[in-house]
């Protein structure tokens, strides 16, 4: 897409996910205890209540659950038509992650599509979205 996005405010839980783009890399929090993902981020597991909440990086792959596309220009430098979707995130069951499918037609995207994750940088936030695998 390329036009502004509103900027998450960092803090020291969220900050890996935000910020690993850089390497390109995803991170996702994990408890080292019971082994859930935690997304989003939080010191505590939502699952065993343990404080032992680290992030760690994911394959960055998954799959279409669901999607919209979005023909409401919100922004005068919003580019539209653009794709709303959550992606089932592969080896991180229970997270789903609200993003953008980029780098192909809006009508090319379907539930059950395979996608990998692409960052785009503003400021020190790497935004995941996410490409079709071909």
């Known amino acids: 897409m390329g036009s502004p996005r509103a900027q998450p405010r960092l803090d020291a839980d969220n900050r890996a996910f935000w910020t690993a783009g850089a390497s390109g890399q995803l991170h996702l929090h994990r408890c080292k205890d019971c082994g859930t993902f935690v997304?989003?981020?939080r010191p505590v597991c939502r699952h065993c209540l343990s404080e032992n909440?680290?992030?760690?990086a994911v394959a960055g792959t998954g799959v279409v659950d669901t999607f919209t596309v979005n023909y409401q220009k919100w922004h005068p430098a919003m580019?539209?038509?653009y794709v709303i979707a959550r992606v089932a995130i592969?080896?991180?069951?229970g997270v789903y992650?609200?993003?953008n499918i980029v780098n192909c037609p809006v009508e090319a995207v379907d539930i059950g599509d395979r996608v990998r994750v692409t960052f785009e940088q503003q400021g020190e936030?790497?935004?995941p979205l996410f490409e079709k695998i071909a």
């Open 90 to 93: 592969d080896g991180a069951p």
């Open 79 to 81: 580019e539209v038509p």
């Open 97 to 99: 992650l609200t993003t």
């Open 125 to 127: 936030i790497w935004y």
């Open 39 to 41: 997304h989003p981020p």
């Open 53 to 56: 909440v680290a992030p760690e």
